[in-house]
């Protein structure tokens, strides 16, 4: 395996048609370039008065990147992925773990470029991350929202075999969000993990709280 110098940098999935790398700081600029108008940001994220519209939008990105690797803890991780498709850069998909390990659960979130979507490529992606989630990381169930006009987001859960749990209002926006939930048994029937591929997380285990040398894992 490829020497990196921080364990999590080695890990990588890919599937039918995407590569999927931990983010780095030199895909930020791209990332950046590419980052989609009409996804929705961390409400609560800083802003800076001096900085427009677009500015304060890169720098929440950059800004996520930073804390999910710089706050890393076995008992709340976010773990971002730059995924690419023919060797661009597409999108990102996040898979999380909040409070990892009291229960296991991971959630996660995504976004592709415009031009990528509606081909079956965030589901591919959502896969990747579920595969690691439910494979060498042992979680018990996966769970995700979305407001419930995202059809698209909606329709990979759905695609992915979460079902629907409870509704809730978004305080920032008055918006509805539909939470979705996806047991291991579930995942495991789908059998979707055989389209996934995934390297190098053994040197990484320490970092989720596990074993490196308990079970076969990649
Ligand atoms: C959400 C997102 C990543 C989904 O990726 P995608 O590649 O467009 O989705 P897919 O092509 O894999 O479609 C998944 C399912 O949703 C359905 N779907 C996709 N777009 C849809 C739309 N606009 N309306 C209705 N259904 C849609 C598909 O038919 C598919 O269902 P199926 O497998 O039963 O046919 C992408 O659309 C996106 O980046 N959206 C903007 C950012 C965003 O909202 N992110 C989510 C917030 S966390």
Known sequence: MERVAWPLHGIRLRTA????????????????????????????????AGLDGAANRRAVLSQGYWRALGMWSPDDWALPFVVR?????????????????ADRIVDSSSWLVATARGRGL????????????????????????????????????????????????????????????????AWEAAGRAREVGIDGVRPALPLFGLDPVEGPQP
Request: net charge negative; with cysteine; charged share 20%.
């Open 17 to 48: 048609d995407l590569d999927l790398t931990v983010m780095t700081e030199a895909d930020l600029p791209t990332l950046c370039s590419l980052l989609p108008d009409d996804l929705e940001l961390n409400p609560h994220a800083t802003t800076y």
């Open 122 to 185: 965030g589901t591919q992606m959502r896969a990747a991350v579920l595969a690691l989630a439910f494979g060498p990381l042992r979680a018990t169930a996966a769970i995700s929202s979305a407001v419930v006009g995202n059809a698209a987001s909606l329709g990979v859960s759905r695609a992915l075999g979460y079902r629907d749990t409870r509704r809730s209002v978004l305080e920032h926006s008055g918006e509805t969000l539909q939470h979705v939930r996806l047991e291991r048994a």
């Open 85 to 101: 498709a023919d060797g661009d850069v597409v999108g990102a998909q996040w898979l999380e773990g909040p409070d990892w390990r």
